[in-house]
């Protein structure tokens, strides 16, 4: 089970946000982030914890391992605000209930 | 151009069953792992099913086993989720997804999703 926090987070443009994905086990670095805008699919930013995906800025980075992994936004943009899920697959595939980054 | 489509959704009534379909274009399908991944209405994702490239392995979710099958015909270029006795629970939205190595488990390329309504 993956269980993410804070289920809201309310930020302004230019603030950093700090999100966490905790496992209910041990998953070592096989851990994803994914950011889902409203009407649209998942898309894929950190993957193996600490890898960003292809096109992902810089301003999104991951770090952790084991069970406890943070998503950090630096300087959130306009864009950034959105639904974020941590997915893991260490064992099976499942993902976390979703942290919606809203603007303050 | 790189891209995943789904069709086959609707509306079924309980009991009922589905086939949804994945057409993949703009790069050599049969490389990568596929998987279904669910979203019901104002919730969170859901893992549905996965299937390795050549078809050989595949798995699903507990939720869903025994009830839905994954398969993939590589000449076609395309994944199907067959959804047999369906339920108001299994109503939302299906993503077909590609993973973002080959094998990874990540998934890197969605299609835009399928509306599946499960009603009585």
């Known amino acids: 089970v993956l269980t993410q926090s804070p289920a809201i987070l309310s930020l302004s443009p230019g603030e950093r946000a700090t999100l966490s994905c905790r496992a209910s086990q041990s998953v070592g670095n096989y851990l994803a982030w994914y950011q889902q805008k409203p009407g649209q699919a998942p898309r894929l930013l950190i993957y193996?914890?600490?890898n960003r995906a292809t096109g992902i800025p810089a301003r999104f980075s991951g770090s952790g391992s084991g069970t406890d992994f943070t998503l950090t936004i630096n300087s959130l943009q306009p864009e950034d605000f959105a639904v974020y899920y941590c997915q893991q697959r260490g064992n099976w595939l499942t993902f976390g209930g979703g942290t919606r980054v809203e603007i303050k | 151009e790189v891209q995943l489509l789904e069709s086959g959704g609707g509306l079924v009534q309980t009991g009922g069953s589905l086939r949804l379909s994945c057409a993949a274009s703009?790069?050599?399908?049969?490389?990568?792992?596929m998987t279904w991944v669910r979203q019901a209405p104002g919730k969170g994702l859901e893992w549905v099913a996965a299937i390795s490239g050549n078809g050989g392995n595949t798995y699903h979710a507990d939720s869903v086993k025994g009830r839905f099958t994954i398969s993939r015909d590589n000449s076609k270029n395309t994944l199907y989720l067959q959804m047999n006795s369906l339920r108001a629970e299994d109503t939302a939205v299906y993503y077909c997804a590609r993973d973002v190595k080959g094998s990874d488990w990540y998934f890197d390329l969605w299609g835009r999703g399928t509306l599946v309504t499960v009603s009585s």
């Open positions: 703009g790069f050599t399908f049969s490389n990568y792992v």
């Open positions: 193996d914890a600490s």
